[in-house]
């Protein structure tokens, strides 16, 4: 690839992001409905439809906002792809809501047609460890620490980089071991929670 190539590549995705970030970015609420802000729509959801969900547990617990899902379209799967089968697809819009300044975050989603709000929550939620795993990619083994010029060595660096991150990662999980058993402590939690159950009188005696 060349160097016009490689930069016009770049940008291009430079520009995609810009407009992935952008809160008004245009949605279709319908096949047959103008097109709509993100924030426009999210106008219509009411106190009922939010529901506080977990997107994963944080260096200080449970990572806990408001969340509110707006169905949009439902269409078969092959209708985008026809590689697809025909099955019932829904492109929706997800909001997140923050508990502390009620500030809102907005995603697009496209989903089996009745994939519960939990679930997108959930899947949403993994974004932050794929984040923290690129930047402990980037700190500890030097990810962004290129010059490349061409498509392939930039691809080759980060390839590299990221296949050294797997061994890394798999090789922590072992040293480690498995999770330290907590059956006494369990025990004693249990006779606690329970002391007035007869039937659970071995863990009393732990």
Avoid at 161 to 181: C, I, Q, S, W
Wanted: proline fraction near 5%.
């Amino acid at each position: 690839m060349s160097s016009a190539s490689l930069e016009s590549t770049l940008e291009l995705w430079s520009t995609t992001l810009r407009q992935a970030k952008q809160r008004i970015r245009p949605l279709f609420a319908a096949p047959s409905v103008a097109a709509s802000a993100a924030a426009d729509i999210a106008k219509g959801i009411s106190d009922q439809d939010w529901v506080r969900l977990s997107a994963g547990a944080g260096t200080k617990g449970p990572r806990l906002f408001d969340w509110a899902y707006l169905p949009l379209a439902t269409l078969r799967a092959d209708a985008l792809d026809a590689a697809l089968d025909q099955s019932l697809w829904t492109r929706g819009l997800l909001v997140r809501r923050s508990l502390s300044d009620g500030a809102l975050a907005y995603f697009t989603t496209w989903c089996p047609a009745g994939t519960p709000v939990e679930r997108l929550a959930m899947v949403e939620g993994r974004r932050w460890a794929i984040e923290d795993a690129f930047e402990t990619a980037k700190t500890e083994l030097g990810l962004a620490h290129n010059e490349s010029r061409s498509w392939h060595g930039w691809h080759r660096h980060v390839s590299l980089v990221m296949l050294a991150f797997a061994m890394l990662a798999r090789v922590r999980r072992l040293a480690n071991g498995p999770p330290p058993k907590t059956t006494i402590i369990a025990k004693l939690a249990g006779a606690l929670v329970h002391s007035g159950d007869p039937a659970r009188g071995d863990a009393a005696g732990a």
